[in-house]
């Protein structure tokens, strides 16, 4: 059952994405003219986490903040805000207060 089904899943990988590969996770282009996509896995330190309130936290980028909320198995930005500082800090908890009375 387990070797029908990795076949069935690499036969539709193949048909539907024949010229994508992932070669750090071990998946080998299908086609000889593949592309190759080198995914990163963003990892966020605890550090750099300026806010956080119910689902909803704040990062601190290079370039202001960012405002994302948590999901089942991932997070997701939900607004950017292009202002450093106080200010930037300021405006994000400002966009997470918007968005909690909004509901999302």
Same mark, same amino acid.
């Given at each position: 059952?387990? /070797? %029908?089904?990795?076949?069935?899943? /690499?036969?539709?990988?193949?048909?539907?994405?024949?010229?994508?590969?992932?070669?750090?996770?071990?998946?080998?282009?299908?086609?000889?003219?593949?592309?190759?996509?080198?995914?990163?896995?963003?990892?966020?330190?605890?550090?750099?986490?300026?806010?956080?309130?119910?689902?909803? %936290?704040?990062?601190?980028?290079?370039?202001?903040?960012?405002?994302?909320?948590?999901?089942?198995?991932?997070?997701?930005?939900?607004?950017?805000?292009?202002? /450093?500082?106080?200010?930037?800090? /300021?405006?994000?908890?400002?966009?997470?207060? !918007? !968005?909690?009375?909004?509901?999302?």
């Amino acid at each position: 059952m387990v /070797k %029908w089904l990795a076949s069935l899943v /690499k036969e539709v990988v193949d048909q539907s994405f024949p010229l994508i590969a992932f070669p750090q996770f071990g998946v080998e282009p299908a086609a000889p003219n593949c592309r190759f996509f080198h995914m990163e896995a963003l990892m966020t330190k605890e550090s750099d986490i300026a806010y956080e309130d119910g689902p909803f %936290w704040v990062l601190q980028t290079p370039k202001g903040f960012e405002v994302y909320i948590n999901g089942i198995t991932h997070a997701t930005r939900c607004a950017r805000i292009g202002y /450093k500082g106080e200010d930037g800090l /300021k405006r994000a908890i400002a966009e997470v207060n !918007r !968005r909690k009375l909004i509901g999302r």
